[in-house]
C-alpha cells in the first residue's frame, strides 16, 4: 500500500521535451516509475528515449492509459496544463513548476473543485511524491528514500518543503526506518493539496504506521492540520516547522512563507501541533530522532 | 514587492480608481511646482514604506507656496523609523465627509479572494477589528467568477455605507477587485477611502503588494523595481539573481533550498548565534552560483564566520565540492568557512574538500547540521 500512487501508476510528462522533464522523466521511469508517455504541444509522434510524445494529453491518455500525470513547464504555461490534464481525465497531477502567479493558482485551484473533483493536484512548486520501491514523481532523489519494510513499522512524510523533505528522507534512511510514500506539497500560496488530504490518506494506509510533518511560517495550514490531527489521526507523530527565526514580512524564498500581521508565525505552530499530541523538533534531525523513538515503542 | 503609497496611486489610476489630483516630488522645487499645478491647498506626504508617518511629522497640510517649502524643506531628509524620506507625494487636499476602508487579499485557508469592507475607515482596520469585529464585512469571492456590481453594492450595504455613498463604493469595489486580480496584487487596499461633501467617493490612500511571481506579464512594474528598498547587500545579490534576504547577524548563511535556508537560520539561532543573512542558492550548487553566493557573503562586513548547508539529493556531494573549490579559487574571503555536507554521496564530497588543500583555519567540514551551526557560532563570536 501506499497513498495517491503505486506499481500499477501510468504517467505522462507534459514537458518531457524541455530540459527539467526530460532529466526528471527519465530518472523517474529509472527508479522504475511507469513512464507512459510525454507531452509537447508540436511534437507529436517523435520520442524522448523510446516513451512517446504526443501533442496533447487526451491524446496521450487515449493511447497509453495514463491516469497520473508530471508537469514540468514553465509558470506561464503551467495553469493551462494542469487545466488541460484535468480535462482529459487525469486524476494525479504532480506540478513541480515554481513561480506561478498566486491569482493563477487560486483561478486553478477553484477551477478543479468545481469542474474536476475527481482529480487531484499535488503542487505547484513541490518536490513530488515517492513511494520508495513502488513509484516516483518529481524531483525526488529515489537513492536516499528507504523502502518500507513488511516486517517492520514504517513512515509516511508530508512536506512543505523540498530540501527539508529530503533531510526527513535522510535521517530516516540513516536510522534504517522504511517510508511508505514521502509527500511533498509545495511551497505556494494556494497548494492543491494540504497537510490534512496527506494525513488522511496516511491515517487510512495500512502501510504507514507513524507520520513525519515539516512545515514552515506563512499561513494556518498547520494550525488547520494540527486541529484535523486532534480529531482524526491516531497514528503517533513528529513534526518540523521551519522558520522561528525569519523577520515578519519578507517572503522566505517561498512564496508562501511568510509572516505578516503577526499570523504565521513558527511558534504559533508549534504550540498548535504540540497541542494535538506531535513531537516537534527544534531540528529537522531532532524530528527525525523523535521518530526513531516513536518507531522504537511501536516495535 | 510593496508599492509607495504614490506608486500605489498610479497604479489604482490605471484601472480607473478615482484618486487626488498630484505628482511626486523630490525636492522642495519640484513640490512647489506640483502644488501649483494641483492646486492649494495641498497635502504633502513622506513616501516611507512604514506606519505612523503621520504621528512622525511626515504629512502635512500647505495653504500656499511658502508653507510648502517650508513643510518640503522638513520632511524630505527626515528619518521615520529608520527610513530616511527621499520623495514626497503632493495632492490637492480633499475635503472629507466620511471615511471607509476596503480592501481585497488571498485568503489562503479558504483558498478564495478575501473582500474586507468597512463604514469605519481612516484608522488601523486590526483596530477596528478587534473593537467591534461586526463593524467589518469580510466576502469570500470565487476566483473563478470574480465580483459583480451587485454583489458589491450588497457588500456596501451589509457594511452599513450610508446609501449616498452606495454606487460609488461599489463602483470602486469592482474597479479595485480587477486591480487585485489584473494588477496581480497580493494586497490591494484603500485606507481611507473616503466620500466628500459633493457626494463621489475616492482614493486618499493606497496600499498595494505586487506578487513577483507575476513579474513575467508585467513590464511597467520594472520602474517600481528601480526604487524598492533594498541595503546594499540585497541590491548586490539581485544582480547576481540570488535569492537574497539582509539580516542583523554574524554569521553568513548558505544553504540549497528555501526550506533548508529557513531551517539553517533557525539552527544558527538555537546554538546562540545570529544570521547574517538568508541565502538559497536553489537545487544545485555549480561553482559559479557558489562563487556569486560568497561574493555576496563577503560585501557584508558584519559577517564573522560563514556556514554552508548543502543537502546532495539528485545534486551529488563530489559535483557540490568541486564548486566550493573552485568557487574559493575565485573569491578572496574574509571569514572562514564551516561547511556541512549531507545527502547523495557527501562522503565523496568531503574528501574532495579535505584534499583541496585548504587550511582548516579557512574551511572546516561537520557532519551535521547543529555541529557545523556550533562552529561557525563560535567563529563568529570570536572563539
Not at chain 1, 487526451?58 to 513547464?73: H, P, R
Not at chain 1, 521551519?242 to 509572516?259: C, D, E, L, R, S
Not at chain 2, 482614493?203 to 528601480?226: C, G, I, Q
Not at chain 2, 560585501?299 to 573552485?326: H, L, M, P, Q, Y
Request: aromatic fraction near 6%.
Amino acid at each position: 500500500m501506499a497513498i495517491f500512487v503505486n506499481r500499477n501508476t501510468k504517467v505522462i510528462v507534459q514537458g518531457l521535451t524541455g530540459g527539467q522533464g526530460k532529466y526528471h522523466g527519465l530518472r523517474n521511469k529509472a527508479y522504475g516509475t511507469q513512464v507512459v508517455g510525454g507531452v509537447t504541444p508540436g511534437k507529436g509522434g517523435t520520442d524522448v528515449e523510446g516513451i512517446p510524445v504526443f501533442d496533447t494529453v487526451a491524446e496521450a491518455v487515449k493511447a497509453t492509459g495514463a491516469d497520473a500525470s508530471f508537469i514540468a513547464v514553465p509558470p506561464k504555461a503551467a495553469s493551462a496544463a494542469i487545466l488541460e490534464a484535468a480535462a482529459a481525465g487525469i486524476r494525479f497531477i504532480v506540478c513541480i513548476t515554481e513561480g506561478i502567479p498566486a491569482q493563477d493558482e487560486a483561478k486553478v485551484y477553484n477551477t478543479l473543485v468545481r469542474d474536476y473533483p475527481n482529480t487531484r493536484l499535488l503542487g505547484p512548486n513541490c518536490p513530488g511524491i515517492i513511494s520508495p520501491g513502488k513509484c516516483n514523481i518529481g524531483i525526488t532523489a529515489g537513492e536516499i528514500a528507504e523502502l518500507p519494510s513488511t516486517s517492520k513499522k514504517n513512515v509516511g512524510i508530508v512536506s512543505r518543503s523540498g530540501t527539508l523533505t529530503y533531510q526527513a528522507l535522510y535521517e530516516l534512511k540513516q536510522r534504517g526506518i522504511g517510508v511508505s510514500t514521502c509527500v511533498g506539497i509545495g511551497g505556494d500560496p494556494v497548494p492543491g493539496t494540504n497537510f490534512i488530504d496527506c494525513l488522511r490518506e496516511f491515517q487510512a494506509d495500512p502501510e504507514t504506521h507513524a507520520i513525519i510533518m515539516i512545515g514552515e511560517i506563512g499561513g494556518s495550514a498547520e494550525e488547520e492540520a494540527a486541529d484535523f490531527i486532534k480529531a482524526n489521526v491516531t497514528k503517533p507523530m513528529s513534526a518540523y516547522i521551519a522558520g522561528v527565526t525569519a523577520p515578519a514580512g519578507k517572503k522566505m524564498g517561498h512564496a508562501g512563507a511568510i509572516v505578516s500581521g503577526g499570523k504565521g508565525t513558527a511558534q504559533g505552530k508549534m504550540d498548535a501541533l504540540r497541542a494535538a499530541g506531535v513531537k516537534v523538533g527544534q531540528n529537522p534531525t531532532e524530528a527525525g530522532t523523535l521518530m526513531a523513538e516513536i518507531i522504537a515503542t511501536l516495535s | 514587492m510593496d508599492l509607495f503609497e504614490y506608486q500605489g496611486k498610479q497604479y489604482f489610476a490605471r484601472f480607473d480608481i478615482p484618486v487626488s489630483p498630484g505628482g511626486a516630488a523630490d525636492t522642495v522645487d519640484e513640490a512647489v511646482k506640483v502644488a501649483n499645478a494641483s492646486g492649494f491647498p495641498v497635502v504633502l506626504k513622506a513616501q516611507v514604506q512604514v506606519g505612523g508617518r503621520g504621528k512622525a511629522g511626515g504629512i502635512k497640510l500647505a495653504n500656499d507656496a511658502d508653507e510648502v517649502r517650508f513643510h518640503a524643506g522638513n520632511i524630505l531628509g527626515m528619518d521615520i523609523k529608520g527610513h530616511v524620506v527621499k520623495r514626497l507625494w503632493v495632492e490637492h487636499a480633499s475635503d472629507i465627509a466620511e471615511e471607509y476602508y476596503a480592501s481585497y487579499t488571498l485568503d489562503r485557508s479558504a483558498k478564495k479572494h478575501l473582500l474586507m469592507l468597512s463604514a469605519q475607515g481612516g484608522v488601523d482596520i486590526e483596530e477596528v477589528a478587534a473593537k467591534d469585529p461586526t463593524a467589518i464585512v469580510k466576502l469570500h469571492i470565487d476566483p473563478v467568477d470574480g465580483i459583480t456590481e451587485t454583489t458589491a453594492r450588497q457588500a456596501a450595504i451589509d457594511a452599513r455605507i450610508p446609501a449616498k455613498a452606495v454606487d460609488g463604493v461599489a463602483k470602486i469595489l469592482v474597479q479595485l477587485y480587477r486591480c487585485f486580480t489584473e494588477g496581480d496584487c497580493d494586497l490591494a487596499e484603500i485606507n481611507p477611502l473616503i466620500l466628500k461633501p459633493t457626494g463621489e467617493v475616492h482614493a486618499l490612500d493606497a496600499k498595494v503588494s505586487l506578487d513577483d511571481n507575476a513579474a513575467f506579464r508585467h513590464p511597467e512594474w520594472e520602474e517600481y523595481r528601480a526604487t524598492e528598498e533594498l541595503d546594499a547587500r540585497e541590491q548586490l545579490a539581485r544582480t547576481h539573481d540570488l535569492q537574497y534576504i539582509g539580516l542583523e547577524g554574524s554569521v553568513g548563511i548558505i544553504a540549497n533550498g528555501a526550506g533548508l535556508a529557513m531551517s539553517t537560520l533557525d539552527v544558527v539561532n538555537q546554538v546562540g548565534g545570529k544570521a547574517a543573512n538568508f541565502l538559497d542558492i536553489g537545487g544545485g550548487a555549480n561553482a559559479d552560483v557558489m562563487a556569486a553566493a560568497l561574493e555576496v557573503i563577503n560585501f557584508d562586513k558584519e559577517v564573522k564566520s560563514i556556514f554552508i548547508n548543502i543537502f546532495g539529493g539528485i545534486t551529488r556531494g563530489e559535483e557540490v565540492a568541486k564548486g566550493i573549490v573552485e568557487a574559493l579559487s575565485r573569491v578572496d574571503l574574509r571569514a572562514p568557512i564551516v561547511i556541512r555536507l549531507d545527502g547523495t554521496n557527501a562522503e565523496q564530497g568531503r574528501e574532495i574538500l579535505a584534499k583541496a588543500g585548504i587550511p582548516e583555519s579557512k574551511l572546516m567540514s561537520k557532519p551535521t547540521m547543529l555541529e557545523a551551526a556550533k562552529a561557525a557560532v563560535a567563529l563568529a563570536n570570536g572563539k
